[in-house]
């Protein structure tokens, strides 16, 4: 999933957003489990397009109602980076019906939260309540869904734009590394490649998007045809479906949305860089392109990047942190979305150490994969974790990753909502055959971004070509 | 990809079934919301209790939706017990527990948690030390077997404590790079005093670090992880019964002891308020805490104050965010908490402020912290403030560790269990008037420490212009600065 990149709203406590990235980011299980994963629901699609996805779960008085509408940074256009993400802002700042502040103090005073997020490939809206708020909840979508732009004014968009640049430098430009992946992504991807920007965009382009833009990309994308629609909860689809009807029903079908398919990525060399930042410790991120989510190798990769980094066991771990203490910390990850996918391993050295010591070791453990594998007992390890977070994932019914947004993202992906436990079953299958042969085409044998991030003044430190490698 | 068809098909046939029932798009009335049916009356789980022989208290709540189980120890081996001279040292402790444990090396306890898709983990808060677990069903008794030897076990061998040691060194040494956790230390220190339990770095100074070693884990160890001193919570797929047999069996054993009791502490007395700065040059943002003292969790005003904090700076929809970012923009979020814990923990305003309008953000907040007292909450605003705070409380049950959440703070803090059954009564009855009250009892904007985590060369000007206070300039410790 796109975890690694998704863009909040707001609101969520770092607590929040650390449980939500780490549901979104690990994949939801079965040998742990008696049964096999189920989560049943029922559809029906409006004469407008707009599809809906009803899900009973009746053990906690509460309903959700999930929106995804299917656009993303990826169909910004060339100077309007950030935008959709922008938009997703507007989206909470009132409708023709609702005045604007409206849509919160309304949620709030029947007991509801929301939130949204915005990834390369999606727009998600929530909101969570007591089962008694589902009409207020279907009254406020739908008046954003159909009366956004007569609300929409230039002092708003301002205004938002004021809020978001601020999400860029507290989550970005004020964290340490915060700006590495946007970094990685403009070296991974060539320049007409929509992967090539990060989800936040760029303050210039932030100051470039206009009220013209807002009217352009609601009409496009904003639309019935182009959303899909899951409540769930203590809710029956006998009590949903009137009230969809009639709060969705008259709005109007948009135009069908063509996408012209991404250029062919390709790395025909390993590519060097080093970014200077107000750091301690460098950091050396090494990125590799793959495939995009559910393709063939894609849990395979997951896999792979867990045998890697995942835990205290894992083998960099093992290595950079226990061992040889050279690091203060290793991850390694598949991040796979809609069209594309990249792997990527990140370090960070401990004082009085450099990029190249951290390279080498991440080179030795890649290089020993590929020709040896793990270990039958690595891949099961990794498999039964794989599977308590699917597990864990069937607790919760709302919110950032809980199983009305799974049933959205299964059904965008894959056009199968209850998809739960043939995701898992993807990486149930797994052998360490497979582990080895991913580690050598896709890591030993293919080139990457090498992007190190030293403490201002101290190039020296940075991982070199040839130096390690 | 491809539906099924068969489901596709079974999913048209039950909908063929229903009425009819859309009204043509016109007739919707938009003018206004719609009128809402009663709210769902809360069903909070059902706790069953057992004490065992040796003291151990355990409660049990029984959640059979999903087949997974989530323990919670919580021992009385916080970081209010860390040593004057050693702070740091009950995190510490709680994390080395890890590093090996009965038979089990670090990595080797690592291996099988991970193995039975246990998630293990070890830490100390403020007023107790955890050591949780979360594990599906099946694999709960060797999960429970790994728990026990991690807790009642560990060996704290010199070569992992040497080990931890140098990597959070290196841990602290990062903390210079995060404005966020840097304000959050420096404030504690700031407003408790380094001597208080609440104002030292629960993960130690680069100083308290270096001092680590086995002898005083050891000794921290055996004085404060007893069966006496501790509390076990179970939720999930168990019964009473099953969860009794399971823990009597591993943890039974574990013998009793006396532990110090846990410390009190006086207050110090609230400086006027000041302006403390702490230098971050290049900062794009300024990291904003205003506060002091506020209360401890055994509070009678507990309610009233929910409902306060609420309206103040818990919601979106909150004064303070409300303002410095729906209104102003100057932010991406502001918000507000009363931490209360054992002693008075406290209460903090918070926002990341671009730097520009760190001067103008001050001034907002002031207002509104200024505003709570001086004017009466209307109606509709604290009527808003309740419903958010009643009508949520259903979803805090709905997932074992939301449960095990809301059920630890009953046992950490020695409340009923039976407290959410009057949870909501409570809520509904507090008034305008109390509000206002507490608002005045307990913010005192005379004696509030300002504390501002920023580029000095770009703010401080701005700062002195407040006349909000004299401006001290402080290190990431709260420290005076050199």
Same mark, same amino acid.
């Given at each position: 999933m796109k975890a690694a990149v998704t863009v909040w709203?707001? %609101?969520?406590?770092a607590a929040g957003i650390a449980l939500a990235v780490l549901l979104l980011a690990a994949v939801p299980p079965t040998r742990l489990a008696a049964q096999a994963l189920r989560v049943p629901y029922q559809t029906f699609t409006l004469p407008n397009g707009l599809k809906v996805i009803v899900h009973e779960d009746h053990s906690v008085p509460i309903v959700t109602v999930n929106t995804w509408?299917?656009? %993303? @940074?990826?169909?910004e256009r060339p100077g309007r980076t950030g935008f959709a993400h922008l938009f997703e802002h507007l989206m909470f700042m009132g409708s023709e019906h609702v005045p604007t502040g409206q849509f919160d103090q309304l949620l709030e005073a029947a007991g509801g939260d929301n939130n949204g997020s915005t990834t390369e490939d999606r727009t998600n809206y929530w909101e969570n309540g007591p089962s008694s708020s589902l009409e207020l909840m279907l009254y406020l979508d739908s008046d954003r869904m159909g009366f956004l732009l007569p609300e929409i004014t230039p002092p708003k968009v301002d205004l938002q734009r004021g809020v978001v640049q601020n999400e860029r430098r507290q989550s970005? +430009?004020?964290? #340490?590394?915060?700006?590495a992946q946007e970094n990685i992504l403009q070296r991974l991807y060539p320049a007409d490649h929509t992967y090539h920007w990060p989800v936040i965009g760029s303050m210039v382009d932030l100051n470039a998007a206009s009220i013209e833009d807002v009217q352009q990309f609601s009409r496009t994308y904003y639309t019935p045809s182009n959303a899909t629609m899951v409540v769930a909860g203590d809710v029956t689809l006998r009590q949903v479906r009137p009230l969809v009807e009639r709060y969705f029903g008259g709005l109007a079908r948009g135009p069908a949305v063509t996408r012209t398919p991404p250029p062919a990525v390709s790395l025909p060399a390993d590519v060097y860089a080093t970014l200077e930042d107000r750091v301690q410790l460098p950091r050396v991120y090494d990125t590799w392109h793959t495939v995009k989510g559910f393709a063939p190798d894609d849990a395979g990769l997951e896999v792979l990047g867990d045998i890697l980094a995942e835990g205290k066991a894992s083998r960099l771990y093992k290595r950079l942190v226990y061992e040889l203490q050279i690091a203060t910390q290793v991850a390694a990850f598949q991040d796979a979305g809609r069209i594309d996918g990249k792997f990527e391993i990140f370090a960070t050295a401990r004082p009085g150490h450099d990029l190249n010591e951290l390279a080498r070791v991440i080179d030795e453990e890649v290089r020993s994969l590929a020709e040896s594998g793990p270990t039958p007992r690595e891949v099961e390890r990794v498999q039964n974790s794989i599977e308590a977070g699917f597990l864990g994932r069937m607790e919760r019914v709302g919110s950032f990753g809980g199983k009305a947004d799974q049933l959205n993202y299964y059904d965008y992906l894959v056009g199968t909502p209850d998809y739960f436990q043939r995701d898992l079953d993807r990486f149930r299958r797994v052998r360490p055959a497979d582990v080895q042969r991913l580690a050598r085409d896709y890591l030993l044998r293919a080139h990457r971004v090498v992007l190190s991030v030293v403490p201002a003044g101290h190039t020296e430190l940075a991982a070199t070509e040839g130096a390690s490698r | 990809m491809i539906a099924p068809r068969s489901r596709l098909l079974v999913t048209a046939a039950l909908l063929a079934a229903l009425p009819s029932a859309a009204l043509p798009a016109q007739e919707v009335d938009r003018s206004h919301p719609p009128t809402l049916p009663p709210p769902p009356t809360l069903r909070v789980p059902a706790v069953e209790t057992a004490t065992l022989p040796n003291g151990l208290e355990l409660a049990v709540i029984e959640m059979h939706k999903v087949p997974v189980v989530d323990v919670t120890l919580l021992v009385g081996a916080g970081t209010v017990s860390d040593p004057d001279d050693l702070p740091g040292l009950a995190t510490f402790t709680a994390n080395m527990l890890q590093q090996g444990a009965g038979s089990r090396g670090a990595l080797d306890i690592a291996d099988e948690a991970a193995y039975l898709g246990a998630s293990l983990n070890t830490g100390a808060g403020f007023d107790a030390a955890t050591a949780s677990l979360h594990v599906p069903k099946r694999r709960l008794g060797p999960a429970l077997d790994l728990l026990a030897d991690v807790v009642l076990r560990p060996t704290f061998p010199d070569t992992e404590i040497a080990r931890q040691r140098d990597l959070r060194r290196a841990q602290i040494l990062q903390q210079r790079d995060q404005p966020v956790a840097m304000a959050n230390v420096a404030f504690a220190a700031i407003v408790f005093g380094a001597t208080h339990p609440y104002g030292r770095p629960a993960s130690g100074t680069e100083t308290s670090t270096a001092a680590l070693n086995r002898d005083r884990v050891l000794q921290f160890y055996q004085a404060y992880y007893r069966p006496n001193t501790t509390r076990m919570l179970v939720v999930g797929d168990v019964t009473l019964n099953e969860a009794k047999r399971l823990v009597a069996a591993r943890f039974g054993g574990w013998a009793r002891g006396e532990a110090p009791p846990p410390p009190t502490a006086s207050a110090p007395a609230a400086a006027a308020r000041s302006i403390y700065l702490v230098d971050k040059p290049g900062a794009a943002q300024s990291v904003v805490r205003i506060g002091q003292i506020g209360v401890s969790r055994a509070t009678p005003d507990f309610f009233a104050l929910e409902v306060l904090n609420t309206i103040l %700076? %818990? @919601?979106?929809?909150?004064r303070l965010n409300q303002n410095l970012r729906e209104t102003h923009g100057y932010t991406y979020g502001a918000n507000s908490q009363f931490a209360m814990r054992r002693l008075a923990g406290p209460f903090v305003a918070s926002a990341s402020i671009v730097t520009a309008k760190t001067d103008s953000a001050l001034i907002e907040f002031m207002r509104e912290l200024r505003r709570i007292r001086d004017e009466a909450v209307p109606q509709a605003e604290l009527a808003k403030a309740k419903a958010y705070i009643s009508l949520g409380l #259903?979803?805090?049950? +709905?997932t074992t560790q939301g449960a095990a959440r809301q059920f630890s703070n009953l046992l950490l803090y020695d409340l009923p269990l039976d407290y959410y059954g009057t949870y909501i009564p409570r809520i509904n009855a507090v008034t305008a008037a109390d509000v206002q009250r507490v608002a005045r009892q307990y913010l005192d904007p005379d004696h509030f420490a300002i504390v501002v985590v920023g580029d000095r060369s770009k703010i401080e000007a701005g700062l002195q212009a407040l006349h909000e206070g004299p401006i001290a300039y402080r290190d990431m410790w709260g420290q005076i600065a050199p």
């Open positions: 709203r707001s %609101g969520a406590t509408y299917h656009v %993303g @940074s990826s169909d970005y +430009e004020n964290q #340490p590394y915060g700006l | %700076g %818990g @919601s979106f929809t909150s #259903p979803a805090e049950f +709905e």
